[in-house]
């Protein structure tokens, strides 16, 4: 399984953002897809993760700001972040699990005025 994100980038406090990651290599269904992220000095941590029946978790932190999304036919799983804050600064991880967990390269998002 192959994971490309894209989306990531500045942004200021309040502001949002788009993460997007493509799947490949996989037509297994039941999976789960999702975001992880690890700032500077801290262990990854879970962000949003959905099934593919639409099941949804979130980060304490981030709820009622991050919003994830699933396209199930092309395989693609979206993060639209809102009212950013510095404290959402990081590597923002593509994960793509079904018995094992996969990667993405990971996509830098930085929120700063």
């Known amino acids: 399984v192959q994971l490309v994100e894209s989306g990531g980038g500045l942004a200021q406090p309040g502001g949002s953002l788009r993460l997007s990651c493509a799947a490949s290599?996989?037509?297994?269904?039941?999976?789960?897809m999702g975001w992880y992220r690890q700032a500077p000095g801290k262990q990854r941590e879970l962000v949003a993760t959905?099934?593919?029946?639409?099941?949804?978790n979130y980060a304490d932190s981030v709820k009622g700001r991050f919003t994830i999304s699933r396209d199930n036919a092309k395989n693609m799983v979206f993060l639209q972040m809102n009212n950013l804050k510095p404290e959402d600064t990081a590597v923002y991880y593509c994960?793509?699990?079904?018995?094992?967990?996969?990667w993405g390269q990971g996509t830098q998002v930085t929120v700063s005025s």
């Open positions: 994960l793509w699990s079904f018995a094992t967990a996969y």
């Open positions: 290599g996989t037509s297994v269904t039941g999976n789960v």
């Open positions: 959905m099934t593919t029946s639409g099941f949804t």
